[in-house]
């Protein structure tokens, strides 16, 4: 399987993530998601966050460099990620984000090779050691933020409507 193959349940989930910021209204976005009490606002930059640096992972493995996060690099990282979401990201600028981020990954596994797949890579909280292996963790980990921000605006509007 061609690497780049290997993004379609990635695309898929993106297109579900899509629909969702298109179901949401401005005040939407300051709706708090239970959990670490960041807004709806913030779980989707946290994703756009995030997958510039798993690109950017991507990017350093195939340059020959695997990242090892020492406890103060993920402890640094975490207080980046906790930081406020750009106030002047409306709906519209995070869903560009969105798609512009998966246009890098997607770039980045256009100009891979399948050997390149077996690279190892390492990120935080996740047992995965190669790119290949690294994929279904970034499927879950936006599909669980999704998950989360859907049940946090529909349980508002029980409470409004």
Request: glycine share 4%; with cysteine.
């Amino acid at each position: 399987m061609a690497p780049a193959d290997l993004l379609q349940p990635l695309e898929g989930q993106r297109e579900q993530t899509l629909r969702v910021i298109e179901s949401l209204s401005s005040a939407d976005l300051d709706i708090v998601v239970r959990g670490d009490g960041r807004t709806v606002q913030q779980v989707l930059c946290h994703l756009v966050a995030r997958e510039h640096g798993i690109n950017f992972a991507i990017r350093r493995a195939l340059e020959g460099t695997v990242l090892h996060l020492s406890q103060e690099d993920r402890e640094q990282m975490a207080s980046a990620e906790a930081d406020p979401a750009p106030t002047d990201w409306d709906l519209a600028r995070i869903g560009s984000e969105l798609v512009d981020a998966r246009e890098s990954l997607r770039q980045t596994f256009l100009a891979m090779k399948e050997a390149d797949l077996d690279l190892p890579i390492r990120w935080p909280e996740w047992p995965a050691r190669t790119v290949r292996t690294s994929i279904p963790y970034v499927l879950e980990h936006e599909d669980s933020h999704v998950d989360e921000l859907r049940a946090a605006v529909e349980r508002d509007r029980k409470l409004v409507g």
